[in-house]
């Protein structure tokens, strides 16, 4: 339900969701308070919702709120008693607000000041996208291959590598967009600490046709700290959340296909499909000549039997479509050599699972 707290149009809602912040409060909220676009006709405000918090968070956020309210940005504060996870603080800021549009900022991360004013502008022009930006980070080399893989993949794989690690293409940091899209997709998963909230709501929205844009500019400072919510996230619940979306979106249309890696990565792949799937493997490909030449038998050590005996063939002679569960940027190029050496078309010839 949308809280009325103020009868004029609000073009903007920034959306904070906080659990102990007390650290990085100060620190974001003067990157908002130097944002370009508070110098426009735009009206924007600021939703924050303090998620159980029990260091100083509750305080300094009170004493920003009058700051803001001073100077005419409206800030909503909404404080709860117990943590409920991030995906529900989301949800609780967006529905204290009535923007048009949401700018989400995770509390210790920082805007540059022309961030809101660019994402707008595209927003606009693009009411259906999620709108994303490049990032830099703090520590200023720290992950690297992670930045680097955000910054720079194109806009066709923004929408296809999708089944990474790396999690939604768009980093959730610097996600703007139209308010339809929040309510199409029907908010963020309130499941509770450990929950990709951020994944679960990307692939919603692309399964309901929903657009995807990088602003090729950095816009967003994107802190890494021991602190960060990522941490919390188990890799084994993001990879089975993107393997339902294949066995869902991908591999009913594959009669048959390959799984580049005969590796531990490739033999937990195939476990872990459905029967209906592990069928429609055909072969491990590779590059070690060890393997090359041999079978895997991929065993189950709960049912006491051996679930599929596979073929391992040279990557040149596996056939297609290819499930890799290989992982980019981490072979000197060496893997991106010999994937480019076989001319073949992400999202048709081949899928990313790493």
Request: aromatic share 10%; charged share 20%; hydrophobic share 40%.
């Amino acid at each position: 339900m949308i809280n009325v707290h103020n009868l004029k149009m609000i073009d903007i809602s920034i959306i904070i969701p906080v659990y102990n912040g007390e650290k990085w409060i100060n620190t974001c909220m003067r990157s908002v308070m130097v944002q370009s676009i508070l110098k426009t006709n735009l009206k924007v405000e600021i939703s924050v919702f303090n998620d159980g918090s029990n260091d100083g968070t509750k305080k300094l956020l009170e004493d920003w709120a009058e700051h803001f309210n001073s100077i005419g940005v409206n800030f909503i504060l909404t404080n709860s008693q117990i943590s409920r996870g991030v995906g529900a603080a989301k949800n609780g800021a967006i529905r204290s607000s009535i923007g048009n549009f949401l700018c989400f900022q995770d509390i210790d991360d920082i805007m540059h000041e022309n961030r809101m004013l660019l994402q707008w502008e595209a927003a606009n022009s693009n009411p259906n996208a999620l709108i994303g930006s490049q990032i830099s980070r703090i520590p200023t080399y720290s992950t690297p291959r992670f930045v680097h893989w955000a910054n720079s993949i194109s806009p066709m794989q923004q929408k296809l590598q999708i089944y990474t690690s790396n999690g939604p293409t768009l980093l959730m940091p610097t996600w703007f967009c139209h308010r339809s899209i929040f309510e199409r997709v029907g908010g963020f998963d309130e499941s509770g600490h450990g929950t990709p909230e951020d994944l679960i709501f990307f692939y919603k929205h692309l399964d309901l046709g929903g657009d995807v844009h990088r602003i090729d500019e950095e816009l967003v400072i994107y802190r890494y700290h021991e602190e960060s919510t990522t941490f919390s996230i188990q890799r084994k619940i993001i990879q089975e959340i993107q393997l339902r979306r294949l066995e869902k979106c991908v591999f009913p249309y594959w009669t048959s296909f390959t799984v580049w890696n005969a590796g531990k990565s490739g033999r937990r792949f195939i476990r872990s499909l459905s029967q209906i799937t592990r069928d429609k493997v055909i072969a491990f490909c590779d590059v070690d000549k060890n393997k090359i030449g041999h079978s895997v038998e991929l065993y189950c050590p709960v049912k006491r039997k051996v679930l599929k005996s596979l073929p391992v063939v040279h990557f040149k002679d596996a056939k297609l479509p290819l499930l890799i569960c290989v992982k980019l940027d981490f072979t000197n190029g060496e893997f991106e050599k010999n994937l480019r050496s076989l001319n073949i078309i992400e999202g048709i010839d081949y899928i990313l699972f790493s």
